[in-house]
């Protein structure tokens, strides 16, 4: 076994690495390209249309219509539809198929302003902030962080079909908390998992020791299997669906 570098893992390497090692090794040390999706696509376009949003309204929670925080969401959302016309383009869907999708962020986008508006919000403290811990050998962006009555929630957006916490989402919750708390050295409270497809309030998943330290286990369990540079030490668990999503070389 060739033995590489410290690497610095992911919550996405590590459901990776989970879900098939052989898509690991594909992903992150052979690099290949992913191929696009129009989920990954629009999924993209809607954090972003939410950052925006974040960044230009006031940390301050001030009486702006619903109308006023919808039109400023769509307005930015609009803007980088049109600007990823060439990605849109390019994935082979037929034109109502684009517009079907196009309809459905407009969904996330109605369902995330309804509620901003309804619990009287502010912008979060953070938005897409990216922590980079060489102590725990992680890194991860988090979409938002809001404190309410002294007490810090992460906010993590997602434009799943379904609204359900899957080990995926549980494990990237639990690898967010630890992150935080190494950056600021302060404990969340909870990390709400916001399915914007949905106009159900976020499913907060509660911080305590024990989901810490099952992250701190997740590192550890990953970083010793992912230390090798050899194809053969990242067998394929998914029966060969992994190199559906990369342009093989």
Known sequence: ?????????????????????????????????????????????????????????????????????RQDLLNTFHREWIGAAGSLNSLG?????????????????FNFSQWFYRNNLAS????????????????????????????????????????????????????YALLYQDKYNEVPESILIHFVKFPDDPAPIRVDDELLDYARTLIKSVREKTVSHDEQDYPCTCGGYCKRDFVMT
């Not at 109502?96 to 407009?106: A, L, P």
């Not at 102590?135 to 404190?147: C, E, Q, W």
Request: net charge positive.
């Open 1 to 69: 076994m060739v033995k590489i570098e410290k690497r610095i893992l992911s919550p996405t390497a590590i459901n990776t690495y989970l879900s098939c090692p052989r898509k690991f090794y594909l992903r992150y040390i052979r690099r290949l390209q992913t191929k696009p999706s129009i989920h990954l696509v629009r999924g993209r376009i809607v954090h972003k249309a939410i950052h925006e949003f974040h960044i230009n309204y006031p940390k301050t929670a001030p009486q702006v219509s619903l109308t006023k925080i």
């Open 93 to 109: 869907l037929t034109r109502q198929e684009i517009d079907f999708y196009r309809d459905d962020s407009e969904l996330m986008i």
């Open 124 to 175: 979060p403290d953070l938005s897409e902030t990216k922590i980079v811990s060489k102590t725990l050998g992680l890194m991860g962006i988090i979409d938002a962080v809001h404190t309410w009555d002294d007490k810090v929630a992460l906010v993590d957006y997602k434009t799943s079909k379904y609204a359900n916490i899957t080990d995926d989402i549980l494990r990237q919750a639990a690898l």
